[in-house]
């Protein structure tokens, strides 16, 4: 496949499409260079599929179209903006080469996301076959570099002086990227010339005058006074955007099965239920009799905001605070072994492979819910232990895994039933953790739903104890002695959980958390996977929270991010015009003496919607108190702002009279000149 440019019609102005649209190109092995300098414009080089690269971004924007090469240059641009566009381009250009150790595609991919998190990147493209090459307006190459760091220590750092120059950068003190972006970026200066040297006869050849030093070359002098170690260090990023995961305006399913627990201990019946019980799965069995009340809306706003980990293990940003879902509270909240699983080969000294031939499970497999509720159909005349080995097998399924009714619990977790010292010794809590967190990050939801298998009640748990006031408010203790799945007898949440954070932190100061699971000894707080990679930011994190020298509002600048779209969208509502105003009225007055009735229903609907207004405004009343300073904090930003912007409108303005006024000038000439030769 030959290399070739394409042009799709495309405007990623707005950053979060942006952010998307980067990650639908660079998905892509062929591609090496990315540009959207012009306006409405995304330019992609390399060897793909250009049709499905189309496809792709189609999905994101349903706009999108492949420009046709063979027209007039131009003619599928946004009307108006490529010139506007062309005229508040920075002159000067940044220009920055990330060098890796090793470029692969997985690594590509993430470096991809941290390069177009920055505002005012204009092009990205592969040099060679180990660097990418950034160009842009003004962007933080600090906080970039550090970034990129996160994901690969052998990264190096060149920013480029000149066509030829080059300044390497790789030992910059990067310890913090928000306290970085606050240094302004530096502009190129030149050495002033050498004073000429007066020597005897005969005279040497004059000194030439040294290159011009630019100003990045002095930079790290610079940053060591901006930044100590004392300073933070990086932590994971939101794996989202506030308010925009994949799981946004979806319902959230499982698979845990409680409603079929009548059913079995019918089936096996009580005395090898009370068996059940005191196994080490049997806070499974004792869930279903505690008859917890599920609550949905509680773990889908938790599973909304959640941090970037690379590890084995969930985080959550609940309230600006960070909360850790990791396999010490998974084991603090169930009780459950969460030891390392045994690598070597077992074999149970009963006949599982009788069992599970009666029960038509093929061989080398674990047995699937389905088989299973069709052993409980005729297990009533079968001897005690095998009605235990079946009791035991279907708690798995319908709890520990919380798998669909088609799929099959994990065979080396099936074989241990039939084995009362391996059944003892299992890490059944390991398991099933894994089991759940791999769920979760794996969700791609399609449609207006999503399925998490796996022990989900644990995450509604997590939340009573690790958020105060949700425990407060709607964990419901049932037992207080218990552990925290028993503990709690959850409740359906009704009330807005923001406005229950906003009351909470209007009261306190901030919001209530434990964080995690704390130990004495820091290396407990590290668990180690087969495969697992490597999370430096997460380690940060980890270590800042056991010394106590975490960083409150560490994410807090995405909520300025955030603010300032609400003002720019109510700013636009309010340029509307009086009469655009009026023709929407109209428009409605016409519909609704058409075909719309006016009477009671419309009456009990306005009543509704007044009530609504009044509780949405109660609640924005607290969430104002507690934001305030942030928004003061955005007013000033805008209006440090405003100088720069006026003189270079200013500046825009006078350009373009004195190109147009030179054009039309030079028009009327030719016209005279014709004039007078006629």
Not at 156 to 171: L, M, W
Not at 485 to 505: F, H, P, Q, V, Y
Not at 572 to 598: M, Y
Request: proline share 6%; charged share 30%.
């Amino acid at each position: 496949m030959p290399e070739e440019t394409v042009e799709f019609k495309m405007d990623v102005s707005d950053e979060n499409i942006k952010r998307e649209a980067m990650k639908i190109v660079w998905r892509f092995s062929g591609v090496t260079f990315v540009d959207i300098k012009e306006k409405g414009i995304l330019k992609v080089r390399g060897k793909f599929d250009k049709i499905e690269i189309g496809r792709k971004l189609h999905e994101l924007d349903k706009t999108v179209d492949i420009i046709n090469p063979l027209g007039k240059p131009g003619q599928y641009r946004i009307p108006s903006l490529t010139t506007v566009y062309s005229y508040f381009t920075p002159k000067i250009q940044e220009v920055v080469v990330f060098k890796f150790k090793v470029l692969d595609e997985k690594l590509k991919r993430d470096a991809m996301e941290v390069i177009w998190e920055f505002s005012g990147i204009t092009s990205v493209e592969v040099k060679r076959v180990d660097r990418l090459e950034v160009k842009g307006g003004e962007f933080n190459k600090i906080a970039m570099s550090t970034k990129l760091k996160g994901i690969d220590e052998s990264v190096s750092v060149f920013i480029k002086a000149g066509p030829d120059g080059q300044v390497d950068v790789t030992n910059f003190n990067t310890n913090n990227p928000q306290t970085t972006s606050r240094v302004p970026a530096p502009v190129p200066v030149r050495a002033p010339a050498p004073v000429p040297v007066r020597a005897p006869a005969p005279a040497p050849p004059a000194v030439p005058a040294p290159e011009p030093v630019p100003a990045y070359a002095h930079m790290r002098f610079h940053m060591a006074e901006v930044i100590s170690e004392e300073q933070p260090r990086d932590y994971p990023p939101r794996l989202y955007a506030e308010g925009e995961s994949i799981l946004e305006n979806k319902l959230l399913n499982h698979n845990i099965k409680m409603g079929d627990v009548p059913v079995i201990i019918e089936s096996i019946g009580q005395d090898a239920w009370n068996e059940l019980k005191g196994s080490p799965i049997g806070i499974i069995a004792k869930l279903a009799e505690s008859q917890f009340v599920w609550s949905g809306k509680t773990v889908h706003f938790l599973l909304c905001r959640q941090l970037r980990i690379h590890k084995k293990e969930i985080w959550f940003l609940v309230g600006g605070q960070p909360i850790r879902f990791g396999l010490n509270e998974f084991g603090h909240i169930t009780g459950l072994n969460t030891g390392s699983i045994p690598t070597e080969k077992f074999e149970p000294k009963a006949d599982y492979k009788a069992f599970f031939s009666e029960l038509n499970v093929p061989g080398g497999e674990g047995p699937k819910l389905d088989e299973l509720r069709a052993g409980l159909l005729v297990c009533r005349t079968w001897t005690p232990e095998k009605r235990k080995w079946l009791g035991l097998l279907t708690l798995q399924a319908i709890g520990l895994y919380g798998l669909h009714h088609n799929s099959r619990i994990p065979f080396e977790s099936a074989k241990r039933v039939f084995d009362e010292e391996a059944m003892n010794t299992y890490p059944w809590g390991r398991s099933a953790f894994e089991a759940l967190v791999n769920s979760i990050k794996m969700l791609r939801p399609v449609g207006k739903t999503y399925t998490v298998s796996g022990m989900v009640y644990v995450l509604q748990a997590l939340a009573y104890d690790s958020v105060k006031c949700f425990g407060e408010r709607y964990g419901r203790v049932v037992n207080k002695d218990e552990i925290p799945l028993l503990r709690w007898g959850g409740n359906r949440t009704r009330k807005t959980m923001e406005l229950t954070i906003a009351e909470d932190i209007k009261a306190h100061g901030e919001l209530r958390v434990s964080k995690l699971v704390m130990k004495d000894d820091v290396r407990e707080l590290f668990h180690t996977w087969p495969d697992e990679e490597e999370d430096p930011a997460l380690d940060n994190l980890i270590r800042d929270i056991h010394e106590d020298k975490f960083v409150k509002g560490y994410w807090d600048v995405k909520k300025t991010e955030k603010k300032r779209k609400n003002v720019n969208s109510n700013a636009a509502g309010d340029s509307e015009s009086p009469a655009k105003r009026q023709k929407v009225h109209n428009v409605k007055d016409v519909i609704n003496s058409d075909g719309v009735e006016s009477g009671e229903g419309d009456a009990e609907k306005k009543k509704k919607k007044k009530k609504k207004e009044k509780v949405g405004s109660a609640e924005d009343d607290v969430l104002e108190d507690v934001s305030v300073k942030t928004f003061v904090d955005l007013v000033k930003q805008l209006n440090s702002r405003f100088d720069t912007i006026d003189t270079s409108i200013k500046e825009v303005s006078s350009n373009m009279e004195k190109v147009i006024g030179d054009r039309v000038e030079a028009r009327m000439d030719e016209k005279f000149e014709y004039m007078e030769k006629a």
